[in-house]
């Protein structure tokens, strides 16, 4: 922001270099701590601000798009006469509503009360399955399990119910169920924010310290019920076809005959279930458990989702609660709280407006060629592998070819139609948008799939590969510095965009995405024998993430981050061999001090670098499928031979791995 108030907005994050020898503590060898050598300095000079519980260059950047989209919602939010139903109307009244903080305090619980007065009038568990259902229509709860409509994994062109497990508030089962004292920290502070909540909905305290108890035991009931993360990796275990007749004698009290029908959709002949015994217990709690304690459970998680909608002290219960999980500070500011609640609710108006304002075309010709080259060097290291025989190999080819990559922003935006947005009216604003996203899921249901929809909007920092729809998407945000610059030479966009893409293209190949074939359908095009090979390597790089520790003495989970870290690997050695076909790549002219090579993997380093709060980092390492960024940035290089020959690390420095040892899957 300047002094003076005028608009002068940065254009980038980007330094005078880039990449900055100040940023690296040269005390350290490469070949003992690479992550501290590359970065130490910019991790010493850079400790996590109160808003945020991580700091890095995924964080900045994010922090730079959500400056730039704040400059679009204050303008269209102070801009008379705009056409109604508009997406600068929409964007801008919402935006509007959500910081007229002297309504929202004043409405305090007013939004949420006939909805808790609706859960006190319930006679049965029919009327609790109902209510459970109606909640999930207004988008105001998702109870006790999950229900989605998306793609048949095994005929991904054809849409279908999915029920999931769920119905918990902490991040992991284990919180519930594993006992230590972080654990019994995080439950006290849970205990509070329930009686806190209860109490300002207007339940006397000593009645809110008893709902907690109930809460409690219902959640925990349910989190034993959950399979871990590890065994919701696998994409056949958590396949389960139910006919219509089979989920109802499964699961009787969940009374489907007119659930369905509560959920605005005509009874299926069939849905997918990926944890048959969660839905089982579920429905049996039903029976077990008195209506007046799912009274509870239901108002409460109407409270908590509703929470952080609603007036101060509610906002402030909710926050001191994360405080606990995550180690934050202080809260991050309303107009970036009320930037990501915007993109979540209504995503493709509000990207319309950012791509038109922020995103260059050439940029997106640029991703498509590095794209292509990536692909292309993939296409060249199948052919040469050789643990994988010629028929495996044809069909990795052929999916490889078959992939759809996505760049930018999507070809066809959601309208919204019919959506209101009023300036005066901010949890209606909420409740008519989720309202609007739950008719527009349900809607899929029977019509072929639309392969034009996107998983991320426009200004997010991030990417992703879809396994159904084979396909890889860049989002318009993460196209800037650190990972990608118009001016930065090839060592640096191939260190940091080309290693994403390499790493979206691997996901395509990693333990999941490696079971579905070049359609999208989970199949097996494997021959046992590669199947085998494949397994036994991952293996190893199971073995060499477990060793990887964080807070001292927290193992990374190998299993529970194999598919990420694969993908890094992948990513990583894809990425080298592209960058070795350009000029700079396969000059020794040096910039700043460095070879090409050395700034290839220190352009690396700098897009893992990251400060993460103790809190955090111990929440993450249960719930993360991805490891981490110490690990992220050290597990590819000490597999890579080109690192060791950039570094000159020998035998005897701490991070060294004999060249037997060292993993090449890719
Ligand atoms: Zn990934």
Known sequence: MSLTGLSQEKVSIRPDKFIDPANMDKSFSPGDDFYNYASGNWLKNNPVPAKETRWGSFNQLRDFNAEAVKSILEDVSSRKGLQSGSAEQRVGDFFASA??????EKLGSTPIQADLKRIDQIKDTKGLVSEMAYLRTQGLASALYGFSVGQDRKNVTENVVNLSQGGTTLPDRDYYLVDNKRNEQI?????KYVETLFTLSGIKPAQAKAYFGIVWEMESILAKAQWSRVEMRDPYRTYNK?????????????????????LGIDAPDSVLVNNPDFMAAASELLSTKSLQDWKVYLKWNLLKNASGSLSTPFVDAS???????????VMTPRWQRTFSTIDR??????????VAKYFKPEAKERMVQLVKNLSDTFEERIKTLDWMSDETKQRALEKLHAFTPKIGYPDKWKDYEGLVINRNDYFGNLRRASQWSYQYMIAQLGKPVDKTRWGMTPPTVNAYYSPVN????????????????????DAVNYGG?????????????????????????????????DADKFKALADKVVEQYNAYTVLDTVHVNGKLTLGENLADLGGLAMAYAAFKKTPQGQSNELIDGFTPDQRFFLSWAQVWRMNTLPETAAQLILTDPHA??????????????????????KPGDKLYKPESERIRIW
């Open 99 to 104: 910081m007229d903080t002297v309504t929202i």
């Open 187 to 191: 439950k006290a502070a849970y205990e």
């Open 628 to 649: 981490p960024s110490t690990a992220r940035t050290l597990g590819p290089l000490v597999n890579m031979d080109a690192w060791y020959q950039a570094f000159d690390i």
């Open 345 to 354: 609710n209504i995503g493709d108006l509000l990207g319309q407006l950012y």
């Open 242 to 262: 139910f006919s219509l007749a089979q989920l109802e004698k499964k699961t009787p009290n969940l009374h489907w005959a007119t659930t369905f029908g509560d």
């Open 470 to 489: 084979n396909e890889i998407a860049f989002p318009a945000g993460i196209l800037q510095f650190p990972f990608f610059d118009f001016d930065a030479d």
């Open 497 to 529: 965009i080309g290693a994403v893409i390499g790493h979206e293209m691997t996901h395509g190949f990693d333990d999941q995405g490696r079971q579905y074939g070049a359609d999208g359908n989970l199949k097996d095009w494997w021959t046992k024998e």
């Open 319 to 329: 926050f001191a609660f994360n405080q606990v999980l995550t180690g934050q500070k």
